[in-house]
């Protein structure tokens, strides 16, 4: 049995921008600030310490309350935000999604910094969410209630270990992610890690995080999906 937990965005997928768009049209709304993000990255983040750096920038006390009215807003509008925007699935993911999906002896999660439901209206949005759901939501670990990635890994493994227990080795566990932090999160719950250069961080400053494997894109790295199905 081989665990497999992604990232999205810059890994399954490219929403050109729309998250980042509608975290930040939600905060004006609902605040009455400018649409303004100067200074606030995003790349391999969780969304809960993302909106606590866009509240601090427009000098929004970060109370449970101004998050919760947040988060409402923000669901809201990602749907428009992705019609809006030119996204796409990256190369490689809708091939290594069928041919994964195909085994019920693996188990596909995610481990993303995004909301549980702004997770699913993204995958949604590009056609993949069936690879990852239940039944009852999607699998694995998400940034509603963490501010630090490595703790949305620890609960996919908490969430995984209770659903397949026969999954005790941690070189059974891999990572696919497209930042520095997605190679810490692996390196925090013992999984290997494969980085793609799709997204937030390029080869070479991915390459000094010393991932397991390290690929331009997932049309490459075939040798683990191989490896996987035997
Ligand atoms: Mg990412």
């Known amino acids: 049995m081989t665990a497999v937990f992604f990232d999205i965005d810059g890994t399954l997928i490219c929403t050109a921008g729309a998250g980042q768009d509608a975290m930040a049209s939600a905060v004006a709304q609902c605040f009455g600030v400018p649409a303004d993000r100067a200074g606030v990255t995003f790349a391999g983040r969780t969304d809960r310490s ?3 750096d866009l509240f601090a920038l427009h000098d929004i006390p970060s109370t449970e309350q101004n998050i919760a009215t947040f ?5 809201e509008l990602l749907p428009e935000h992705l019609q809006a925007k030119q996204g ?4 490689g993911v809708s091939t290594w999604l069928q041919r ?18 702004t997770a699913h ?3 949604e949005h590009y056609g993949i969410s069936s690879y990852f759901h239940n039944g009852a939501g999607l699998r694995g670990g998400f940034g509603d209630d963490h501010v630090e990635r490595d703790d949305v890994a620890r609960m996919a493994m ?25 190679i810490q999160c692996a390196r925090a719950i013992g999984a290997r890690v494969i980085a793609v250069a799709t997204g937030g961080h390029d080869r070479s400053t991915l390459a000094a995080a010393r991932p397991d494997v390290l690929v331009d894109d997932l049309t490459q790295a075939t040798e683990c999906l191989d490896e996987w199905l035997q």
């Open 88 to 91: 796409r699935v990256l190369p």
């Open 100 to 117: 994964l999906g195909a085994r019920d002896d693996l188990y596909l999660g995610l481990i993303t910094g995004n909301l549980h439901r």
């Open 158 to 182: 908490v969430q995984l270990r209770g659903l397949r227990a026969n999954i005790v080795a941690s070189e059974q566990v891999w990572v696919v992610g497209d930042t520095t932090r997605d």
């Open 50 to 52: 993302i909106v606590l």
């Open 121 to 123: 209206l993204k995958l």
């Open 71 to 75: 988060v409402r807003r923000f669901v």
